[in-house]
C-alpha cells in the first residue's frame, strides 16, 4: 500500500532521501527530495514546513533513514517513519527509480547555492537550464531580469527589441554600458549575459513585435516576460500567448510607482481582465514624457524575475489573479485581486471555447473596429494608445 502511495506520487506524503549527494546521483526514487542525513536539521522545515505531514525516509539500506527520522522526531515532527530496506529493497523488487540529470563540475560550483535549496536543487537547477524565456525588450524592466535569469541558469533567453542603445538609457537600463551606445539592444544584451554566463544561449530578435509576428516570436518558449511599454504591444502580446498557453509576467513602472501581476490562463485573468480599453495617451504618458526614477524599473523587474523562477520551478504561489503595487517614497507594496472578466473576448470560457471551435471572437483593435488575432488588421501600425512603461 506504502509503496502504491510513493510510486502514484501521493501529494500528502513527502518523500526525502537521506543519502549522500554521490549516492543520489546513482539513482533514486521519482518524487523525492534530496536532503542528506548531515543537513537534516537544516533543511527539512525549508522542504516540510508542516511537522504532521506523512514523512517517509529513506537511505541506502534502512539504517541512516532511521537516525534521521529521530532526529525529525526530536524538533516535533509527528508522522515520521524510516523505509525498511531503503533503496536497495525498492530496486530489488522492481519498483520505479530513476537518474537525476548531473550537472558538470563547474556548473556545480556555478549553482552551489541553489543546489543547497531543498526547493531547486539538482533537479530544479537542471530544469531552468533546459527552460527558455522570452524578453519583450531589453530596457528598464528587461535588464535586471535578463541579468539575474541568467545568472540563475535559465538555459535559452530570447530578446526581442528593435531598438539602439541611447546614453539616456543607462540611467535605469543595466544590461547596457557608455561604451555600447548607438550598437543594437540586442547586441548588446548578447555580450552582458554571456558574460556574466556562457551557459545561456541568447537568441535575438531584432525587431519589433506585433501582430503578424507576434505567434512565431513566442512559439517554444515556457514562459514570456513583458517589458514594453505601450498598450497596443501588451494587447497582441497578451491575445497570442493567452491562444499559445504560454504565462505572461507583466509589469510596468511610472515616475517612483510600479506594478506587477502574472497572466496564466486558466490560472488566472489576462491583461484586457485589467484593462479592457487603453487610457487616454494624456492620463499615461510614457517615461520620456513623465521620467522614472531608475531604481523603479530595477526592482519591478527583478520581482518578475522571481516570479519566472517560480514558475519554471513550480514553486510558490504565483501572481496570477493578484496585482502587486510598489510605491517607492514609502517602499510600500499593495496587494489588489485580480477577477477574470466573464465576458472577455480573450480569456473567458466563451472565448475559450470559440477557439476551440476554430472561430476566435473578435478583440477591439486601436483604429476603432475589431480584429481577429493573425488577421490582416492584427499588426497594422498606428497610433500608440498610451504608455505606461520604461522600456526606453
Known amino acids: 500500500m506504502l509503496a502504491a502511495q510513493i510510486r502514484e506520487g ?94 558538470t563540475h563547474e556548473q556545480k560550483q556555478r549553482y552551489s547555492r541553489h543546489l543547497l535549496v531543498p526547493e531547486v536543487g539538482a533537479e530544479g537547477q537542471a530544469r531552468l537550464l533546459d527552460s527558455k524565456v522570452l524578453l519583450i525588450g531589453a530596457g528598464g524592466l528587461g535588464s535586471p531580469a535578463a541579468l539575474y535569469l541568467a545568472a540563475a541558469g535559465v538555459g535559452t533567453i530570447g530578446i526581442v527589441d528593435f531598438d539602439i542603445v541611447d546614453i539616456s538609457n543607462l540611467q535605469r537600463q543595466v544590461l547596457h554600458t557608455t561604451d555600447r551606445v548607438g550598437e543594437k539592444k540586442v547586441d548588446s544584451a548578447r555580450i552582458s ?17 506585433t501582430g503578424d509576428n507576434v505567434e512565431r516570436l513566442i512559439a ?57 480599453t487603453p487610457p487616454p495617451p494624456e492620463l499615461a504618458p510614457g517615461c520620456s514624457v513623465a521620467g522614472v526614477l531608475g531604481i523603479v524599473p530595477g526592482i519591478m523587474g527583478l520581482l518578475q524575475g522571481n516570479e519566472v523562477l517560480k514558475i519554471l520551478l513550480g514553486i510558490g504561489e504565483t501572481l496570477a489573479g493578484r496585482l502587486l503595487l510598489f510605491d517607492a517614497l514609502d517602499a510600500s507594496f499593495t496587494e489588489l485581486k485580480l477577477r477574470r472578466d466573464p465576458e472577455c473576448p480573450v480569456c473567458s470560457e466563451k472565448a475559450i471555447a ?16 475589431a480584429f481577429v488575432l493573425g488577421g490582416d488588421q492584427a499588426g497594422a501600425e498606428g497610433a500608440v494608445a498610451g504608455e505606461v512603461g520604461a522600456l526606453r
Open 10 to 103: 501521493d501529494p500528502d506524503i513527502a518523500l526525502v532521501d537521506v543519502r549522500e549527494s554521490s549516492e543520489w546521483e546513482q539513482g533514486h526514487i521519482p518524487g523525492a527530495t534530496h536532503i542528506p542525513k548531515s543537513y537534516i536539521e537544516q533543511q527539512i522545515e525549508a522542504a516540510v514546513p508542516d511537522r504532521d505531514r506523512p514523512v517517509i525516509l529513506y537511505c541506502a539500506g534502512g539504517v541512516r533513514s532511521l537516525f534521521a527520522a529521530q532526529t525529525m522526531a526530536e524538533m516535533g515532527y509527528t508522522n515520521v517513519s524510516s523505509m525498511s530496506g531503503g533503496f536497495q529493497d525498492w530496486k530489488g523488487r522492481g519498483l520505479p527509480w530513476t537518474m537525476p540529470v548531473l550537472l
Open 193 to 209: 549575459i554571456t558574460a556574466l554566463n556562457p551557459d545561456v544561449k541568447v537568441v535575438a530578435h531584432e525587431e519589433m513585435l
Open 220 to 276: 517554444g518558449y515556457d514562459v514570456v516576460l513583458d517589458g514594453t511599454d505601450t498598450f497596443e504591444t501588451r494587447y497582441v502580446l497578451n491575445d497570442a500567448a493567452v491562444a499559445a498557453g504560454i504565462p505572461v509576467v507583466h509589469a510596468s513602472v511610472f515616475r517612483f510607482e510600479g506594478q506587477l501581476t502574472v497572466f496564466d490562463t486558466p490560472a488566472g485573468p489576462c491583461y484586457r481582465c485589467l484593462y479592457p
Open 354 to 369: 470559440a477557439r476551440a471551435a476554430g472561430r476566435p471572437l473578435p478583440v477591439p483593435s486601436f483604429g476603432g473596429e
